[in-house]
């Protein structure tokens, strides 16, 4: 494994919400997966995440961000509120804040990523779904304050 830390900087359509991913995990080694739910068929989402790894969302315009909730109310999915652009999902748990990324809101595509797996997690209960969440999502930068207003490119 690559030891080196890259950070890439992504956000939604019109800029007013994004996220920066830092991992040490090469493109090319990254998980990428198709949830085949209804909203991430919708939305064409790629998620990604590395435990590893570290990952912030901001926000540029004050009021930008949506948060939306569905099925078993587990997780936060950011959507910006002006462009309707899906940056990611977002869980709390007794053991931290855990997001996956959606790897359509990079500002340039990534060459060598795998190609995504489809995957159904309809099957897992609630306490499941968190325990996979928690394995599997990158931490959270922030734990008091995820969204922060974020002036820097």
Not at 93 to 109: K, M
Not at 136 to 149: A, E, G, K, Y
Request: a positive charge; glycine letters at 8%.
């Amino acid at each position: 494994m690559n030891e080196t830390v890259q950070t890439f900087d992504a956000s939604c359509h019109c800029g007013a919400i994004g996220y920066r991913y830092s991992t040490a995990l090469p493109p090319s080694q990254w998980s990428v997966r198709e949830c085949q739910c209804s909203f991430c068929r919708a939305h064409g989402a790629r998620n990604t995440s590395d435990p590893a790894g570290r990952v912030e969302f901001f926000e540029r315009s004050a009021g930008a961000l949506n948060r939306y909730r569905f099925g078993l109310h587990t997780a936060d999915f950011l959507i910006c509120r002006n462009c309707g652009v899906y940056l990611g999902a977002l869980i709390d748990t007794e053991r931290g804040r855990f997001a996956t990324i959606n790897l359509n809101a990079l500002g340039s595509p990534l060459a060598d990523l795998p190609t995504p797996v489809p995957f159904d997690f309809d099957a897992e209960s609630t306490a499941q779904r968190i325990a996979r969440r928690e394995r599997r999502w990158t931490p959270v930068n922030n734990l008091t304050m995820t969204m922060r207003r974020f002036s820097g490119a």
